[in-house]
C-alpha cells in the first residue's frame, strides 16, 4: 500500500457492509457497491440505507454505486460484504477490474454450501494473489451503527497487513484486535450461526435460562472440536470471534439465526421464516456444509446435526429438543459428544 490513504471499497451494500463501510469512511475514502441504484442514490444524496438501516445516519463522505467495474477499478483495499453464496459470482465480476494483489477482507459469516470453502478460500480461488482475511466478532450492525461500544478481529496471514488494515477500521467504540488465525476467525463466525438457530429452537418452545447457557456452553465446545481439527487456534475459539460472538447471537433479539430458529420452535414452516425476511440467516446454508465437514473429520457435533435435522429433514423441533437431552452425557471436557 502507498504512503497515502487506501481507497476502500466495500461491497455489498446490507447491513453490514453499509455499517463497515459508514466507519471506514469516517477514517479514509471509501466507496460501497450496492446492487440496488436507488439505494445507492439515498446513500449519496441522504446518507441514509432505506432498505438495511432505515433511520439511521451514515457518514456524510461515504460514496456509493451500483456500478461494480466502477467501485472495485481504483480500490486499494477490498471488503467483501456479500452473503457467501452469493460472493464468488460476485468476486468473478470483478476479476477484470479490480488492481492486482490488494489485500481482500471478508465481513462474511458462512461457508459456500457446495464447495463447504470458508470465505478466504473462495477469494483466494476467484482473486488469487490477493492477501485474503477476515474482520469478525460480536457485532449486531444496528448496535455498531449507533455508536455503542462493540469488537473484533481482523485475521490476516500477514501480521503487518493486519495492522495497515486495522488502522483503517478501528475506532474508540469499535475496537479491532489483529490476529494471524483467519481459519479460527472465520469457522467461528460460520459456525456460530448454526448454534444460534439451535438456541432460537429453544426459546421459541419456551425453554428456561438454563437451558440457553447449557446449549450456548455446549455449543461452544462442538465449534471448537470442528474449529482447532480445521487448524485454528483454540484461544480465537474462545475469544470475540468465537465465544463473544456466538453469545451475542444466541441472545440478542436482532440475530437473524436466531429467529429463524425461535420462528421454527414456534411452529412457523422455514420456508415462510425465509420468505417474510430480505436479509440473510446464514445458518441455514452453512448447517449443510457443517455437518458434511464434521463428517469428513469423523467429529461428532451433536447439536448441529439436530439443527440439520429441523432444516434440511423436516425432523419436528420438539423432537430436537427431546433428542439432545437423551443423549448420555459423557466427560465435560474431553468428551466427544454432547
Ligand atoms: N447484519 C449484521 O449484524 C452482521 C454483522 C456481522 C457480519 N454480518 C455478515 O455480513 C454478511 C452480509 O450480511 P448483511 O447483514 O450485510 O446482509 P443483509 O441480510 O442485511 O442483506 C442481504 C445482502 O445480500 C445481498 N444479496 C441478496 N441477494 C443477492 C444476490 N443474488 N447476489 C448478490 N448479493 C445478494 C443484498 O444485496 C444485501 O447486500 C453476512 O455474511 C453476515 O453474516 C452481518
Ligand atoms: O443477525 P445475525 O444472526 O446474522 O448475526 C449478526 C452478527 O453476525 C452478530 O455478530
Redesign the pocket.
Known sequence: MSARKPKVTVL??????TTVASITARKTQTLLWV?DPDIAKAINENHRNPR?LAGFDLTAGLRATADLAEAVGDADVLVA????Q?LR??LEQTVAHVRPFIPVVS????LERGTRKRMTEVIGEVLPGHPAGVLSGP???HEVVQGYSAAATLAMPDHRTAQSLQSLVHTSRYRVYTSEDVVGVEIAGALKNVFAIAVGFGDGLGAGDNTRAMVITRSLHELTRLGVAMGGRAETLAGLAGMGDLVVTCISPHSRNRRVGFELGRGKPLEEILASMH??A?GVATTTAVIRLAAERGIEMPIAREVDAVLNHRQPVEETYRGLLRVTPGHEVDGEAW
Open positions: 455489498g451494500g446490507g447491513t453490514w457492509g446492487r438495511y460484504g456479500v452473503p457467501s452469493y459470482g460476485v465481513l462474511v459469516k458462512g457485532n449486531i450492525a436479509q440473510v446464514e
